[in-house]
């Protein structure tokens, strides 16, 4: 039998590679806070705080009783926020950080025990993180740098222990975090006092950036590729944004240009 722990399966990408996994063989063990929407074969759903390294722990003794040796740990639980670096509040601020990094590292920390030999940690990352981050969206950037920073000092030191790391930097995914992307866009123009001017220019890039999404299941096959893989790569890509990868590839002062240029315009008077 096949055994997988895997964060955020409520979500809308964490559902769909539950769903992939338990069709090949796998048992998944689903922990969220929040219940599944539907029945699946094969998943064990085990309520569980993120936030709470109590809460993990309860999870982590309802999966030993079950088996005391898992293939993976999936991580995909993640938030996304939009807002300025000066005018998000502290909890905001700390809270995209607890969800988005410090549940990754409570997760895999207590987990980690149970991996097999040549066990796979994956961690769900994002286009942006090796990018130079856009204005308003660097606080989601700014964790997803950190968790790949994470990942790799990870995959030096479970390399010692024969286990393996693997990222996902996918682009824009269709699942209820585009949603949310869009709703806190909406937010930040209506609440911003410092840039209310640019804030519906802003709101064209990032329509143009997630306009070209892609179904949660194609996540969820690489997650199988990867998982049957005896020697899979550290990092994949999936769906990266053209617009994104030329703008990085120019100098930084340039970007910033571009992005100034772009955000202070205003309409032509007829």
């Known amino acids: 039998m096949k055994y997988v722990v895997l964060s955020g399966v409520s979500g809308g990408m964490g559902?769909?590679?539950a769903k992939r996994l338990t069709k090949d063989g796998y048992t998944v063990f689903g922990l969220d806070i929040k219940p599944v929407s539907e029945e699946i074969d094969n998943l064990i759903f085990i309520k569980t705080n993120l936030r709470d390294s109590n809460s993990i722990l309860e999870a982590f003794d309802k999966v030993n009783e079950v088996t005391k040796e898992i293939d993976a740990i999936i991580n995909t639980a993640g938030i996304y926020d939009l807002n300025s670096l000066i005018e998000i509040s502290e909890e905001d601020f700390m809270k995209i950080f607890d969800i988005n990094v410090f549940a990754?590292?409570?997760l895999n920390k207590v987990f980690v025990h149970m991996l097999k030999e040549r066990g796979k940690v994956i961690m769900i990352s994002s286009e942006l993180a090796p990018l130079d981050p856009l204005p308003?969206?660097?606080l989601y950037a700014i964790t997803k740098s950190t968790i790949e920073k994470y990942a790799?000092?990870?995959?030096?030191e479970l390399q010692l222990l024969n286990k393996q790391?693997?990222?996902i930097r996918p682009g824009a995914v269709n699942t209820s975090l585009l949603d949310v992307s869009t709703s806190r866009l909406d937010e930040f123009t209506k609440?911003?006092?410092l840039y209310?001017?640019?804030a519906e220019k802003f709101k064209s890039i990032v329509d143009s950036v997630e306009n070209k999404k892609i179904p949660p299941e194609k996540i969820a096959n690489l997650v199988y590729k990867i998982l049957i893989k005896k020697k899979p790569r550290y990092v994949y890509k999936i769906n990266r944004n053209p617009l994104l990868i030329m703008l990085n590839i120019t100098p930084k002062k340039f970007q910033n240009w571009v992005i100034k240029k772009i955000l202070l315009s205003k309409k032509k008077s007829h």
């Open 191 to 193: 609440n911003t006092e």
């Open 196 to 198: 209310k001017y640019n």
């Open 104 to 106: 990754i590292y409570r």
């Open 165 to 167: 790391v693997v990222v």
């Open 152 to 156: 790799y000092s990870l995959r030096m």
């Open 136 to 138: 308003f969206t660097g």
């Open 15 to 17: 559902l769909a590679i």
